[in-house]
């Protein structure tokens, strides 16, 4: 039980402060209750709470949208991706990016409706979300809902002419889409690859029209690095997903960036060519004061100086865990470090391994949450050195217990 929260620090009802190496779910990127954030909400709160976005507009929707497009077009070329639809977390953002491209190629008159997916990657918990996530013991009770997706081989290293060859393959014969995870797959393992390889894998799609869908739910807002993932591989994306540290981690908000070419193919007087997407709560007015926050925070305070230290912090880190029997694969994309325990064959997610790394870094008094046997940092970039190296040393001691077992 958590009763208040700041910076990198939860506080539990029996008195105990907890380190937050994982940002909550990787949602928290300047700390939990930043005061600009939280003085904006209650600001936003006492004049206008929520508006119908259907017809009707205000300002801080017009704010998040205007700051976005700027933002992303620095970062990925100007005009790139100048139209933005608000949705409320990752899964929906995904959801509406799959309608845009269904619906571009629908509305362009070329019939093309196959979805490609890089294998090991997540999306999300809606049924179209999961259905280009793995497969596998999540989503197994839900399979007859889930549609066909063309799966493209993860680039392991020295196997991606595999990769291109397969993608390449699938582009060939049609289709609409490839969604992925730029640089690091999440949920899947912290799966990390190299920025040529996204260039490549975007150079083909381009080739054959296929649209390219840049997943930036949880790379986005600094974490490998620089503000989006793709601007380390020179690429602009068809579409981008953003949630996650869009509002800083504060309140749920997502949306889907599209080109000009997306938004040309939905707009017309036709009304069968409508882009039909709309939830109650879209472009919610105190979610998108806290995104206005954010927004400013990254304009105006030092955010990219911030996220430069914790990247080398962390290197230093991996260093450390990489001389640690019992550890191995220790790997780092931007913020974000990842390592495996050395463990015996058939020990999966539901292993018992997991439950007691979880109680280790807990009686620790540290938030680290293993997927299955790869633990990882995702802190908020406000974490002080000493708790990142209680965290790096946790992580190097929880070796031994792996060992033990
Ligand atoms: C977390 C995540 C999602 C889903 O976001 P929710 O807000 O949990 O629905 C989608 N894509 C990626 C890459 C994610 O990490």
Redesign the pocket.
Known sequence: MVTHAQGASLFTADGQRVVDAISS??VTTHGHAHPRIAAAIADQATRLDQLIFAGWTHQPAQDVAAGLVSMVGEAVGEGALPYVFFSD????C?EVALKMALGFWAHTGEKRDRVLVMQH??????IG?MSVGERGVYNAAYAPLLFDVGVIPFPHPGAEQATYDALERECRAGAACFIV?PLIL??GGMLIYPPQVLADMARICAAHGVLFIA?????GWGRTGTFLACEQAGIAPDII?L??GLTGGAM?L?VTLASSAIYDAHYSTDRAKTFFHSSSYTANAIACAAACANLAIWREEPVREGIASLCARQAAGAEMLAQVAGIENVRQCGTILALDYVVGAGAGYLSNLQPRLLAFFRERGLLIRPLGNTAYLMPPYCISDEDLGRCHQALADAAGLVQAR
């Open positions: 779910w990787w977390s990752g899964s929906t995904v990657s997540y999306h999300g918990d809606t979300a995870e999440g949920a997943d930036e739910v949880m790379t997903c949630a996650k749920p997502a």
